[in-house]
């Protein structure tokens, strides 16, 4: 069996610039187009999380990660 401790856990900040970023979105700070861009996540991927939550929650840790370093890039661009 597998050693759980060997796989990547998703740290509360990095869910919480997640949530940051797709909540840019929704309030049109910055399009996910741009978002795609910057995480390499596809854009339609981006839309699914920003109409919902709940997608947003359950996502992988590399999306979330992904997310947060997009965050930590753009936040200057939309936090004006």
């Known amino acids: ?45 981006i839309k699914i999380y920003r109409e919902n939550e709940e997608r947003l929650m359950n996502a992988t840790y590399r999306n979330i990660k992904k997310l947060a370093d997009g965050y930590d890039q753009l936040q200057d661009t939309f936090k004006k």
Not at 27 to 36: A, E, L
């Open 1 to 45: 069996h597998r050693d759980l401790h060997s796989f990547p856990t998703r740290r509360s900040s990095d869910l919480e610039k997640a949530q940051a970023l797709i909540l840019a979105i929704k309030n049109h700070r910055i399009t996910q187009y741009r978002v795609s861009k910057e995480t390499g996540i596809p854009a339609p991927g």
